[in-house]
């Protein structure tokens, strides 16, 4: 197998359309067989495209007209959004939503999908029976430096297919090898990287946009990421679970590349804490995206609505210019050394805040609107 690679600087659809031509004639793609299609871009929360946080939906446009060029008529666009996100919600932000209009295409939501039961390495796991039935699964990631698996790519996208309740049990068995064990289950048939626009730094939901100009077409999820990674400036053997991935013989992690796009040294994600001047948010690998989210998410409603200017808004200024705010998530949470005020997240927390007499934001993940209250009363 290999991986395809072009420049592209700008998100037009007919320029992603001819090189996913040309991808196919490198490649030596096949979809004569082909009637039915899901398509699963990184739809991870509701954000612009032009944060980078999502695939951008120019790139999906343009693998649909592509693929019904190619006779297949039978497309779905799906994804399934972090933790306790509103499905709707996150498809309407994402610019998805107005898409699907646009183009008659089906969007859902894996979370109202059926699913069947399968038995992977851990027991029982949920795998939605469109994933399965379909005849074309097409991965659309996008690339983006992450705080617990150094980058997001397709292995990485995959698990969005996953149900809310076995999403919060991949962060509890270590992340990495269920990613790998979630790719075994139903690998993609063609992968398609949206790495026009990267993101670095805090990543997978924060974080700067790069116009980094990749993109990338294959038919193996971690020959893709391997060499995507590499673009990005990180040795594709620094990520857990692509190494893995090697070592369980899901590809190489040294693939034969056809042509070429360029190189940009991402910047990585801290992978102790994420911080905002004296604000920090301590990393912990079981932490699930959306508990780690649920503070940020309090902040721009801090700043949007006026109710919170006089209340929420100064008490925010003074922790993080002055004092210090120290945000702990996850089953293996720790105290911080430094000084500061605490302030616990979640459920895996609260025996922790309990004990430790430290401030607490009930939920699985908390909502936005707990936080804010919280953070009212608290601060
Ligand atoms: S409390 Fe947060 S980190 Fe713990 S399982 Fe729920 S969402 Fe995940």
Same mark, same amino acid.
């Given at each position: 197998?290999?991986? /395809?690679?072009?420049?592209?600087?700008?998100?037009?659809?007919?320029?992603?359309?001819?090189?996913?031509?040309?991808?196919?004639?490198?490649l *030596?793609?096949?979809?004569?067989?082909k009637?039915?299609?899901?398509?699963?871009? *990184?739809?991870?929360?509701?954000?612009?495209?032009?944060?980078?946080?999502?695939?951008?939906?120019?790139?999906?446009?343009?693998?649909?007209? =592509?693929?019904?060029?190619?006779?297949?008529?039978?497309?779905?666009?799906?994804?399934?959004?972090?933790?306790?996100?509103?499905?709707?919600?996150?498809?309407?932000?994402?610019?998805?939503?107005?898409?699907?209009?646009?183009?008659?295409v089906?969007?859902?939501?894996f *979370?109202? !999908?059926?699913?069947?039961t399968?038995?992977?390495?851990?027991?029982?796991?949920?795998?939605?029976? !469109?994933?399965?039935d379909?005849?074309?699964?097409v991965?659309?990631?996008?690339?983006?430096?992450?705080?617990y698996?150094?980058?997001?790519?397709?292995?990485?996208?995959?698990?969005?297919?996953?149900?809310?309740? &076995?999403?919060?049990l991949?962060?509890?068995?270590?992340?990495?090898?269920?990613?790998?064990?979630?790719?075994?289950?139903?690998?993609?048939?063609?992968? +398609?990287? &949206?790495?026009?626009?990267?993101?670095?730094?805090?990543?997978p939901?924060? $974080?700067?946009? +790069?116009?980094? @100009?990749?993109?990338?077409?294959?038919?193996?999820?971690?020959?893709? &990421?391997?060499?995507?990674?590499?673009l990005?400036g990180?040795?594709?053997?620094?990520?857990?679970?692509?190494?893995?991935a090697?070592?369980?013989g899901?590809?190489?992690?040294?693939?034969?590349?056809?042509?070429?796009?360029?190189?940009?040294? =991402?910047?990585?994600?801290?992978?102790?804490? @994420?911080?905002?001047?004296?604000?920090?948010?301590?990393?912990?690998?079981?932490?699930?995206?959306?508990?780690?989210?649920?503070?940020?998410?309090?902040?721009?409603?801090? +700043?949007?609505?006026?109710?919170n200017?006089?209340?929420?808004?100064?008490?925010?200024?003074?922790?993080?210019?002055?004092?210090?705010?120290?945000?702990?998530? $996850?089953?293996?949470?720790?105290?911080?050394?430094?000084? $500061?005020?605490?302030?616990? /997240?979640?459920?895996?927390?609260?025996?922790?805040?309990?004990?430790?007499?430290?401030?607490h934001?009930?939920?699985?993940?908390?909502?936005?609107?707990?936080?804010?209250?919280? !953070?009212?009363?608290?601060?």
């Amino acid at each position: 197998m290999a991986v /395809f690679l072009e420049e592209i600087r700008k998100y037009r659809t007919s320029r992603i359309v001819a090189a996913l031509e040309r991808a196919t004639d490198s490649l *030596n793609l096949d979809f004569s067989q082909k009637r039915s299609a899901l398509i699963k871009p *990184n739809l991870v929360t509701g954000k612009r495209p032009r944060s980078a946080v999502v695939t951008h939906p120019c790139v999906t446009e343009a693998v649909v007209v =592509f693929l019904r060029e190619r006779g297949v008529t039978e497309i779905t666009i799906a994804d399934g959004p972090g933790i306790g996100l509103d499905s709707d919600w996150v498809f309407e932000k994402s610019g998805y939503t107005a898409l699907a209009r646009k183009l008659d295409v089906p969007l859902v939501s894996f *979370n109202d !999908l059926p699913r069947r039961t399968r038995t992977w390495k851990y027991g029982e796991i949920g795998v939605p029976e !469109l994933l399965e039935d379909v005849d074309l699964y097409v991965n659309v990631p996008k690339l983006k430096t992450h705080g617990y698996s150094t980058m997001t790519l397709s292995i990485k996208n995959h698990k969005g297919m996953l149900s809310q309740e &076995d999403k919060k049990l991949d962060h509890q068995l270590g992340l990495h090898e269920p990613l790998v064990e979630q790719a075994k289950l139903r690998p993609a048939d063609l992968i +398609v990287l &949206d790495g026009i626009v990267g993101l670095e730094g805090d990543g997978p939901l924060n $974080g700067r946009p +790069v116009r980094s @100009g990749i993109f990338a077409v294959s038919t193996n999820m971690l020959e893709l &990421d391997a060499a995507a990674a590499g673009l990005a400036g990180i040795d594709p053997r620094e990520i857990a679970h692509l190494r893995i991935a090697e070592e369980q013989g899901l590809g190489t992690l040294s693939p034969e590349i056809i042509g070429s796009a360029p190189r940009h040294s =991402f910047m990585r994600a801290n992978e102790k804490f @994420g911080r905002v001047a004296r604000i920090y948010s301590w990393r912990d690998p079981t932490a699930c995206s959306m508990c780690i989210d649920a503070f940020s998410g309090a902040v721009s409603l801090a +700043v949007k609505d006026p109710r919170n200017w006089f209340t929420l808004a100064p008490k925010l200024l003074y922790w993080g210019l002055i004092g210090r705010l120290h945000i702990l998530q $996850g089953r293996h949470a720790k105290l911080p050394q430094a000084k $500061g005020k605490v302030i616990c /997240f979640g459920k895996c927390t609260r025996d922790m805040a309990k004990r430790e007499g430290l401030v607490h934001v009930p939920g699985c993940p908390p909502t936005v609107h707990d936080v804010v209250k919280t !953070l009212r009363r608290e601060l």
